[in-house]
Nanobody, 115 residues
Framework: QVQLAESGGGLVQAGGSLRLSCAAS????????MAWHRQAPGKQRELVAS??????LHADSVKGRFTISRDNAKNTVYLQMSSLKPEDTAVYYC??????????WGKGTLVTVSS
């Protein structure tokens, strides 16, 4: 099992920045990729960014504003968010996938961007 704990959400004004963190624990040696998703009120959950040993990927809606990074020594993945917009308001979820395709989710952290 893998446990994921997100932190760093909160209220920020448009144009501001936040950094989300996701600490992984448990059977982490089999994790092959980690990602951030988000779900806004009334909308489906969407992929924001992902990272594995070879590459990172960012959704078009956040390219140039958000950056995903990973600290393997700390078993933590980060999402640096800048130039935040009201439409970035959502619950942000950390996800991890292991070598056999099992996916794990954190409980989420709320990001609210005021205009």
């Amino acid at each position: 099992q893998v446990q994921l704990a997100e932190s760093g959400g909160g209220l920020v004004q448009a144009g501001g920045s936040l950094r989300l963190s996701c600490a992984a624990s448990g059977i982490i040696f089999r994790i092959t990729s980690m990602a951030w998703h988000r779900q806004a009120p009334g909308k489906q959950r969407e992929l924001v960014a992902s990272t594995n040993s070879r590459s990172t990927l960012h959704a078009d809606s956040v390219k140039g504003r958000f950056t995903i990074s990973r600290d393997n020594a700390k078993n933590t993945v980060y999402l640096q968010m800048s130039s935040l917009k009201p439409e970035d308001t959502a619950v942000y979820y950390c996800a991890a996938e292991n070598s056999v395709g099992m996916k794990y989710w954190g409980k989420g952290t709320l990001v609210t961007v005021s205009s």
